[in-house]
């Protein structure tokens, strides 16, 4: 008889599920299928020499060191550095500030651990990064949702929502946001804070792709424009360096600091060693920013690539949102049209994208499509892009 581990699980369980994006991405096993699916930054573009480099030299002038554990709040040299990096950009925080986290994704965890009781409700944008609602459901959290437009979160609609409920805190991604590619207004920004302030609630501010920015101007982060300490930011190098790392900096005021790094030592202790110090070497030796820009000029190129192929060959009752950065872009299709079900079709002719309806914690958007254009190459963002039109066009009524 096997054991029956079902009769063991915690309550909490039953609010977990799997990634539907990791899911259907799994089920693209054919190479020849061109997959706008997942986020993945591009392969070709990893500085792989140089990150032997910094491993070489850092291994033989501090190898002990890296094999031995490491401090919970993270390497000191490298909160040293990204606190400076992002004091240069205008924030107000010293190192003190900075939590090495592996991967901002444990920054949502450990704020959602340190923040969240069963049944809290949190604000979110609809649609919003799907990966987080896995991880504050897992603290058996309730959503309250606020539509996005082109400016980002429909801030105007928070004041009714927070006076009529208790919200523990409010889930943002202001730049590029995935899925929907859309950057909050330097307006909203302000509104945003200002409505957060008045009713007493944190905001958790999720930069995955901030650096990423190929038009328009540069915006300030929430958590620059934060006097009264209410704002965690969650930055990333995932998308700038390495998504494999997993390093990334929580910046949180000092008040809820201590809490944070608790939580982060329950969880695994401290980030991986070598992985800091590869990031340190980064940042120290000057060859983050460099890398930047070249991702920039790539990502985009790809994105308008991924724009005009769509000018050109998608009918004309679709419509898509125009990024100033990040990797996605948002495609809605004629009403009644189900990118889910239109998925199965898609893959036959060797294209993938992720369903929207995917991205909203209430349910909706099933003729939204998330489209990746980071992880192709321009040629076959255009086949992609023309594979995609017919299954498209073969569906319209
Ligand atoms: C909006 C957003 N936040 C957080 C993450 C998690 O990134 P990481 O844990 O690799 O820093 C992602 C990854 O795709 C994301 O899109």
Same mark, same amino acid.
């Given at each position: 008889?096997?054991?029956?581990?079902?009769?063991?699980?915690?309550?909490?369980?039953?609010?977990?599920?799997?990634?539907?994006?990791?899911?259907?991405?799994?089920?693209?096993?054919?190479?020849?299928?061109?997959?706008?699916?997942?986020?993945?930054?591009?392969?070709?573009?990893?500085?792989?020499?140089?990150?032997?480099?910094?491993?070489?030299?850092?291994?033989?002038?501090?190898?002990?060191?890296?094999?031995?554990?490491?401090?919970?709040?993270?390497?000191?040299?490298?909160?040293?550095?990204?606190?400076?990096?992002?004091?240069?950009?205008?924030?107000?925080?010293?190192?003190?500030?900075?939590?090495?986290?592996?991967?901002?994704?444990?920054?949502?965890?450990?704020?959602?651990?340190?923040?969240?009781?069963?049944?809290?409700?949190?604000?979110?944008?609809?649609?919003?990064?799907?990966?987080?609602?896995?991880?504050?459901?897992?603290?058996?959290?309730?959503?309250?949702?606020?539509?996005?437009?082109?400016?980002?979160?429909?801030?105007?609609?928070?004041?009714?929502?927070?006076?009529?409920?208790?919200?523990?805190?409010?889930?943002?991604?202001?730049?590029?946001?995935?899925?929907?590619?859309?950057?909050?207004?330097?307006?909203?920004?302000?509104?945003?804070?200002?409505?957060?302030?008045?009713?007493?609630?944190?905001?958790?501010?999720?930069?995955?792709?901030?650096?990423?920015?190929?038009? =328009? /101007?540069?915006?300030?982060? &929430?958590?620059?424009?934060?006097?009264?300490? $209410?704002? *965690?930011? !969650? @930055?990333?190098?995932?998308?700038?360096?390495?998504?494999?790392?997993?390093?990334?900096?929580?910046?949180?005021?000092?008040?809820?600091?201590?809490?944070?790094?608790?939580?982060?030592?329950?969880?695994?202790?401290?980030?991986?060693?070598?992985?800091?110090?590869?990031?340190?070497?980064?940042?120290?030796?000057?060859?983050?920013?460099?890398?930047?820009?070249?991702?920039?000029?790539?990502?985009?190129?790809?994105?308008?690539?991924?724009?005009?192929?769509?000018?050109?060959?998608?009918?004309?009752?679709?419509?898509?949102?125009?990024?100033?950065?990040?990797?996605?872009?948002?495609?809605?299709?004629?009403?009644?049209?189900?990118?889910?079900?239109?998925?199965?079709?898609?893959?036959?002719?060797?294209?993938?994208?992720?369903?929207?309806?995917?991205?909203?914690?209430?349910?909706? =958007? /099933?003729?939204?499509?998330? &489209?990746?254009?980071?992880?192709?190459?321009? $040629?076959? *963002?255009? !086949? @992609?892009?023309?594979?995609?039109?017919?299954?498209?066009?073969?569906?319209?009524?």
């Amino acid at each position: 008889m096997t054991f029956d581990w079902e009769a063991k699980y915690c309550e909490r369980v039953s609010h977990m599920y799997g990634s539907m994006t990791r899911q259907l991405m799994h089920l693209i096993a054919d190479p020849e299928v061109i997959s706008f699916g997942g986020g993945l930054p591009a392969w070709e573009l990893f500085p792989v020499e140089k990150v032997k480099e910094v491993v070489d030299h850092t291994l033989d002038s501090d190898g002990a060191a890296i094999l031995q554990y490491g401090t919970s709040e993270g390497y000191g040299p490298l909160r040293m550095a990204v606190a400076e990096r992002y004091v240069k950009r205008g924030f107000d925080i010293t190192d003190e500030n900075v939590l090495i986290t592996s991967g901002s994704q444990q920054g949502i965890d450990l704020v959602s651990k340190i923040l969240l009781d069963k049944g809290n409700a949190v604000l979110v944008e609809d649609p919003t990064f799907l990966t987080a609602l896995q991880a504050f459901s897992l603290f058996q959290a309730r959503y309250l949702t606020v539509p996005v437009d082109g400016e980002g979160m429909r801030v105007d609609l928070l004041p009714e929502i927070l006076e009529d409920n208790d919200v523990k805190f409010i889930y943002v991604i202001p730049n590029f946001q995935n899925p929907s590619g859309v950057t909050l207004s330097l307006k909203r920004r302000k509104e945003l804070l200002k409505v957060a302030q008045q009713y007493g609630v944190p905001i958790l501010e999720d930069d995955a792709y901030g650096e990423l920015r190929y038009s =328009g /101007e540069v915006l300030p982060a &929430l958590k620059e424009l934060d006097e009264g300490g $209410q704002v *965690i930011y !969650l @930055g990333s190098f995932s998308k700038v360096l390495s998504p494999g790392l997993r390093v990334s900096a929580l910046i949180a005021p000092d008040g809820v600091m201590e809490k944070l790094v608790f939580a982060k030592q329950a969880a695994d202790l401290h980030t991986d060693n070598l992985a800091q110090r590869i990031m340190y070497g980064f940042l120290e030796r000057d060859l983050l920013d460099p890398h930047i820009q070249i991702i920039i000029e790539s990502y985009r190129k790809r994105r308008d690539r991924m724009l005009q192929a769509m000018e050109r060959h998608f009918p004309s009752e679709v419509t898509w949102t125009k990024p100033d950065g990040g990797i996605f872009l948002w495609v809605t299709l004629p009403e009644g049209m189900d990118a889910m079900d239109l998925f199965q079709q898609a893959v036959q002719a060797k294209v993938a994208y992720v369903p929207g309806s995917c991205y909203y914690a209430d349910g909706g =958007g /099933e003729n939204k499509m998330r &489209l990746n254009f980071s992880a192709c190459d321009e $040629q076959k *963002i255009e !086949l @992609g892009i023309q594979r995609l039109a017919k299954v498209i066009i073969g569906n319209l009524t």
